[in-house]
C-alpha cells in the first residue's frame, strides 16, 4: 500500500500531471482540502493528466478528483477502463448531489409522498388488524373458556383503577381554573348565574373526555407500547408463535376491551371532579351557592351530554389501545426502535383523538345543546 503522489513535468512546452499510489480512503493525505486545493490549481491550467500510475482508486479518490476537474473531464487524460469507470460513478454521485440542491422546492413535495406512503401502510396494517381481532372475537363467541379473563382484569386494573388519581386532580383543577376564569367575565355582565351553564356543557360533553384521552394516552397508550415492543425485542412474540398462542388474542384484544370499558368510566369521573372543582371556585370567587349549583346544574345540562361524554370515551378507549398495540407491534428488534414507535404512538393517539372529537363535535352539534334537538 502506497500513498498517492502527484508528479508533474514540462513535455513540450505542455504540463503533463501524473498521478501514482493508491489513491484510497486509507491512504489519501489529510486534510482533503489541501489536496484538493493542489489539485484544482493543477486543473485551472492546459495539461495532460495520466492516471496509469495509480494501482488502487475508491471512490473517495474519484469523487476527489472530478470535483478538482470542476466536474467535467480534462481535455487530455490517459487512464485504465476501471479507473475511467470509477470517476463515472463519481460523476453521477456529484450530479445527483446537485440536482437535489437545485431543486428544493420539491423537498416538500418528497416529505409529503413519504408521509402519505407511511401513513397508507399503517392504515393497511391497522385494518388488518382490525379484522384479525373481529376474527378472534368470534374464536371466543365459539369457545367462551378461551376468554383471557387474566390479561384483560389485568389490563382493566393498571389502566382504568390506577388511573382514577391523576385524572381526578387534573380534572379538579381544569374545572377550577375554567370557572375562575369564566367568573371574571360573567362578573362584568351580571350573568353570575350562567356559570353552571358554561361548566357542565363545557366539562361534562367536550374537556372531560378529551382530558382523560390525553393523560390515558400518555400514560397507558405508551406503556403498552413499550410492553408489546419489549417483547418484540425480547423475542416473546415469536416465542408465542411457536407455541401457537395468538398474539392478538393475548396481547391486543384485552387491551382493547379494558381500555374500551375503562375509558367511559374515567370519562365520568373526570367530569364529576371537574364539576366539582368548578363549584369550589364558583362559591369561593361568585358567592354561588353549592345547593343552588347542584339543582341547576340537571336542568341546564340535558343528560344527552352525559351520553355524548360516555360515547366519546368509549371510542377514544378503543382508538388509543388500538394505536397503541399497532405501533408496539411494528417495533424492531433494538432500544432505538422501541423509543421512536412509543413517541409515535403517543403522538398518532393524540391526533387522533383531537380530530375525531372534531367529527363528534359535527355530528352532534344538536344534540344535547339548550335549545337544540
Given at each position: 500500500?502506497?500513498?498517492?503522489?502527484?508528479?508533474?513535468?514540462?513535455?513540450?512546452?505542455?504540463?503533463?500531471?501524473?498521478?501514482?499510489?493508491?489513491?484510497?480512503?486509507?491512504?489519501?493525505?489529510?486534510?482533503?482540502?489541501?489536496?484538493?486545493?493542489?489539485?484544482?490549481?493543477?486543473?485551472?491550467k492546459?495539461?495532460?493528466?495520466?492516471?496509469?500510475?495509480?494501482?488502487?482508486?475508491?471512490s473517495?479518490?474519484?469523487?476527489?478528483?472530478?470535483?478538482?476537474?470542476?466536474?467535467?473531464?480534462?481535455?487530455?487524460?490517459?487512464?485504465?477502463?476501471?479507473?475511467?469507470?470509477?470517476?463515472?460513478?463519481?460523476?453521477?454521485?456529484?450530479?445527483?448531489?446537485?440536482?437535489?440542491?437545485?431543486?428544493?422546492?420539491?423537498?416538500?413535495?418528497?416529505?409529503?409522498?413519504?408521509?402519505?406512503?407511511?401513513?397508507?401502510?399503517?392504515?393497511?396494517?391497522?385494518?388488518?388488524?382490525?379484522?384479525?381481532?373481529?376474527?378472534?372475537?368470534?374464536?371466543?363467541?365459539?369457545?367462551?373458556?378461551d376468554?383471557?379473563?387474566?390479561?384483560?382484569?389485568?389490563?382493566?386494573?393498571?389502566?382504568?383503577?390506577?388511573?382514577?388519581?391523576?385524572?381526578?386532580?387534573?380534572?379538579?383543577?381544569?374545572?377550577?381554573?375554567?370557572?375562575?376564569?369564566?367568573?371574571?367575565?360573567?362578573?362584568?355582565?351580571?350573568?353570575?348565574?350562567?356559570?353552571?351553564?358554561?361548566?357542565?356543557?363545557?366539562i361534562?360533553?367536550?374537556?372531560?373526555?378529551?382530558?382523560?384521552?390525553?393523560?390515558?394516552?400518555g400514560?397507558?397508550?405508551?406503556?403498552?407500547?413499550?410492553?408489546?415492543?419489549?417483547?418484540?425485542?425480547?423475542?416473546?412474540?415469536?416465542?408465542?408463535?411457536?407455541?401457537?398462542?395468538?398474539r392478538?388474542?393475548?396481547?391486543v384484544?384485552?387491551?382493547?376491551?379494558?381500555?374500551?370499558?375503562?375509558?367511559?368510566?374515567?370519562?365520568?369521573?373526570?367530569?364529576?371532579?371537574?364539576?366539582?372543582?368548578?363549584m369550589?371556585?364558583?362559591?369561593?370567587?361568585?358567592?354561588?351557592?353549592?345547593?343552588?349549583?347542584?339543582?341547576?346544574?340537571?336542568?341546564?345540562?340535558?343528560?344527552a351530554?352525559?351520553?355524548?361524554?360516555?360515547?366519546?370515551?368509549?371510542?377514544?378507549?378503543?382508538?388509543?389501545?388500538?394505536?397503541?398495540?399497532?405501533?408496539?407491534?411494528?417495533?424492531?428488534?433494538?432500544?432505538?426502535?422501541?423509543?421512536?414507535?412509543?413517541?409515535?404512538?403517543?403522538?398518532?393517539?393524540?391526533?387522533?383523538?383531537?380530530v375525531?372529537?372534531?367529527?363528534?363535535?359535527?355530528?352532534?352539534?344538536?344534540?344535547?345543546?339548550?335549545?337544540?334537538?
Amino acid at each position: 500500500m502506497t500513498d498517492a503522489a502527484i508528479d508533474t513535468a514540462e513535455l513540450q512546452g505542455e504540463l503533463q500531471v501524473s498521478l501514482s499510489g493508491d489513491w484510497t480512503l486509507a491512504t489519501l493525505p489529510l486534510p482533503f482540502s489541501s489536496l484538493e486545493a493542489r489539485l484544482q490549481a493543477l486543473a485551472a491550467k492546459p495539461a495532460r493528466w495520466d492516471l496509469q500510475a495509480i494501482t488502487r482508486i475508491d471512490s473517495v479518490g474519484a469523487i476527489l478528483l472530478w470535483r478538482a476537474w470542476g466536474r467535467r473531464w480534462p481535455a487530455a487524460l490517459e487512464a485504465s477502463g476501471p479507473q475511467r469507470s470509477a470517476l463515472e460513478r463519481a460523476a453521477t454521485i456529484v450530479l445527483d448531489r446537485r440536482a437535489r440542491f437545485r431543486a428544493p422546492r420539491l423537498v416538500w413535495l418528497v416529505a409529503l409522498g413519504r408521509l402519505v406512503i407511511a401513513t397508507g401502510k399503517n392504515l393497511r396494517d391497522i385494518v388488518a388488524l382490525i379484522g384479525q381481532l373481529l376474527l378472534d372475537l368470534a374464536y371466543l363467541c365459539a369457545h367462551p373458556r378461551d376468554i383471557p379473563w387474566r390479561e384483560f382484569s389485568a389490563n382493566l386494573y393498571k389502566s382504568g383503577a390506577q388511573a382514577l388519581p391523576v385524572t381526578a386532580l387534573v380534572g379538579f383543577l381544569i374545572g377550577v381554573v375554567l370557572s375562575y376564569l369564566s367568573s371574571l367575565q360573567l362578573k362584568t355582565f351580571g350573568a353570575d348565574i350562567y356559570i353552571v351553564n358554561l361548566l357542565g356543557i363545557s366539562i361534562i360533553r367536550e374537556l372531560g373526555p378529551v382530558i382523560v384521552a390525553v393523560l390515558v394516552a400518555g400514560r397507558s397508550g405508551s406503556a403498552m407500547t413499550a410492553q408489546i415492543g419489549v417483547m418484540r425485542v425480547t423475542e416473546e412474540i415469536d416465542a408465542l408463535a411457536t407455541m401457537g398462542i395468538s398474539r392478538s388474542l393475548r396481547l391486543v384484544l384485552p387491551k382493547i376491551a379494558a381500555l374500551a370499558i375503562a375509558m367511559p368510566l374515567l370519562v365520568v369521573w373526570c367530569a364529576a371532579a371537574g364539576i366539582i372543582g368548578g363549584m369550589v371556585s364558583a362559591n369561593l370567587e361568585m358567592g354561588l351557592a353549592y345547593g343552588y349549583f347542584i339543582e341547576a346544574l340537571p336542568k341546564v345540562v340535558p343528560v344527552a351530554n352525559v351520553w355524548i361524554g360516555i360515547g366519546k370515551g368509549f371510542f377514544f378507549g378503543m382508538l388509543i389501545a388500538l394505536i397503541a398495540c399497532h405501533f408496539g407491534l411494528k417495533v424492531r428488534p433494538n432500544t432505538e426502535s422501541l423509543s421512536t414507535k412509543t413517541t409515535t404512538a403517543v403522538v398518532t393517539a393524540i391526533t387522533v383523538v383531537i380530530v375525531v372529537d372534531a367529527v363528534f363535535a359535527i355530528l352532534t352539534r344538536n344534540l344535547g345543546m339548550p335549545g337544540g334537538g
